[in-house]
């Protein structure tokens, strides 16, 4: 197919005869019609072809010496599809009935010839070879769109039977070409689906052509993909089918809308807020400029208690709404995600107690290595306490809260929205009610809540949304009535180069001393972190779970030169715990470690490390001790 014959356009014919004489008369007459290529020797016309000469009609005698012409033909039929025409001297009924059956010739010519019949032979046999080839190219390039297509393509009979389709057709239908040609697509139906399908097609028979977008079930359970469907009729009953999935392009939609309402949203929302923090600075500066001057009288001095109680509420409301807007100053810094969960433990404890005792636990799964984010640490604080706040609400009933941290890399087009990169994922998942698809589509909207009055302002997740926002990050929340929820926020990962330049990762020096330390901590994930901080400055560790089996190590084993132990723990705390085992080993070193900040003043005489801390922190603690 690479030189393509045209019919009535100029063509190769190749002449074999043994009298060059004839063969020089042939050529006269065929000339000004075609390439002529000649030979009196048909060995020598076998092996033009099989060298690549490709002519569209061979013309050859039939009586030579060697090899007559119709086994020349024969034998040239492997290498050439040219359309064959034999020359016999007389009648020879025999040879041009072999040739007819194994050189498939097109026509024989007696000579001698009369010239106008030849010519009009020879140029009818090219017309044929050139027709003939047209129609395959249109086949191969039929087929070849077929295949390739990533539309699903069919055509009907008026039967409704399957007489073309293309393998994304058959595999929708969930079979092969070859096993649905012939087939109605009705057999593969459900009635009703049967019924809505001839009506369509009825439809197009009818108009000529017609359009429709379709909702189909997707591979996931749950989940819907959209077609767009193109039925045209194509005359005589014959009906062509073209199947498009616009799911991508759909949902590519939703999401630009969304991304313009949030916009709006975060415009109009900023807008109200920065005049609003305006209003309740002045409101806040003329209450306590008021309470300086009207002296002792009590019931004054409540009133203006009371109104500043409420400017401070609606400046903190203020202040969600500008995170939302993304008009915080954030204080961005290299954050070590592990240690920031690990350290709002106390500050969950205390926020997610249940009102009616209800339980709620909160689990961590968190990176087995350090994982460090760019972020402002007090905004990230907030927003996991946000989204707790949220799943301890969705559980009514109790349930568990589970917060995984993780580094992951994140390819283009994989997160929505996200640009490809390294990201810590943080993840906040419950095993409440979760939400509606149209809870879910507006729950990014500042002062959408379906929570009663007072229960909740509707500013949560849009705080959340906009931190992410404005930390280059993004976010993604899966969840389904009955099934939960997972909120993941991606934050940018900080790069160790980057998180020395801010000073807060110090190459932390060995201990110059190793020492067996006692880590006591209910968390097993705090104790392990302690503990691994502590092994990778060369320490060797015992671990404990509670202040029972702390002090039955201590007991045990004299070679411990250090405790550091938890403070918040059931049954015996930290401080109760240091002042037993101060009785027994009055030398030991005894290091706390709490998240309550207000507690540094209970443990006196014992050093308090806050939670959560670095590993320099405990290193320059644990340091100073062994002194
Ligand atoms: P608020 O908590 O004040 O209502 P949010 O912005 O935090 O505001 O949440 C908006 C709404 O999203 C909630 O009212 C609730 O309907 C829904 N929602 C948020 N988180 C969850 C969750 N974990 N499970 C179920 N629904 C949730
Ligand atoms: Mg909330």
Known sequence: MTEEAVPGGRATILLVDDEAEILTALTDL????????????????????????????????????????????????????????????????????????????????????????????????????????????????????????????????????????????????????????????????????????????????????????????????????????????????????????????????????????????????????????????????????????????????????????????????????????????????????????????????????????????????????????????????LALLNLCINARDAMPNGGAITIATEEVTVAAEQVPDLPAGSYVRVTVSDTGTGMTPEVLARVFEPFFTTKDVGKGTGLGLPMVYGLVQQSGGGLTIDSRPGQGTRVALYLPAADGAAAQANGEAQEVAPAREPVRVLVVDDDATVREVTAGFLADLGHETVEADDGISALRVLESDPSVRLMVADFAMPRMTGAELSERARAMRPDLPILLVTGYAELAALAAGIPVLHKPYRQAELAEHVAVLLG
């Open 30 to 381: 065929l000339e000004d019609e075609f390439d002529v290529v000649s030979t009196t020797r048909p060995e020598e016309a076998l092996g033009m072809l099989a060298g690549g000469l490709r002519p569209a009609v061979i013309l050859s005698d039939q009586r030579m010496p060697g090899l007559t012409g119709d086994a020349f033909l024969e034998r040239a039929r492997s290498y050439s599809d040219a359309e064959a025409l034999l020359l016999t001297g007389y009648a020879e009924l025999e040879a041009v009935v072999g040739a007819v059956n194994r050189g498939r010739i097109a026509g024989y010519a007696a000579k001698p010839w009369e010239p106008a019949a030849l010519l009009s032979m020879v140029t009818a046999a090219r017309d044929r070879y050139a027709l003939r080839h047209a129609l395959e190219t249109e086949r191969a390039l039929m087929r070849g769109l077929l295949e390739n297509l990533p539309e699903q393509l069919s055509f009907k009979d008026a039967a409704g039977r399957f007489i073309r389709l293309n393998g994304a057709r058959a595999a929708a239908l969930g079979g092969t070409v070859e096993s649905l040609l012939g087939r109605r697509e009705s057999e593969l139906l459900s009635d009703e689906a049967a019924a809505r399908l001839a009506r369509a097609e009825a439809g197009a028979l009818a108009e000529g052509a017609v359009s429709e977008l379709v909702e189909e079930p997707g591979e996931a359970e749950g989940a819907v993909r959209w077609m767009q469907v193109s039925r045209v009729a194509l005359g005589d009953g014959v009906l062509v089918t073209i199947g498009r999935d616009v799911t991508e392009a759909r949902q590519m939609e939703g999401r630009l809308r969304q991304a313009d309402k949030m916009q709006a949203l975060g415009t109009m929302a900023g807008g109200v807020a920065h005049d609003f923090n305006n209003l309740l600075t002045a409101i806040l500066g003329s209450l306590q400029l008021a309470g300086r001057r009207v002296g002792e009288d009590p019931g004054l001095q409540r009133l203006l208690r009371n109104a500043t109680m409420a400017a401070e509420r609606g400046s903190a409301l203020t202040r969600r709404l500008l995170a939302f807007s993304r008009r915080n100053e954030l204080a961005l810094r290299t954050v070590s995600v592990n240690q920031l969960v690990l350290g709002m433990g106390d500050l969950l404890a205390r926020s997610l107690a249940g009102p009616n005792g209800t339980t709620v636990e909160v689990r961590r799964r968190l990176a087995p290595e350090p994982v460090t984010a760019t972020v402002d640490p007090e905004q990230l604080e």
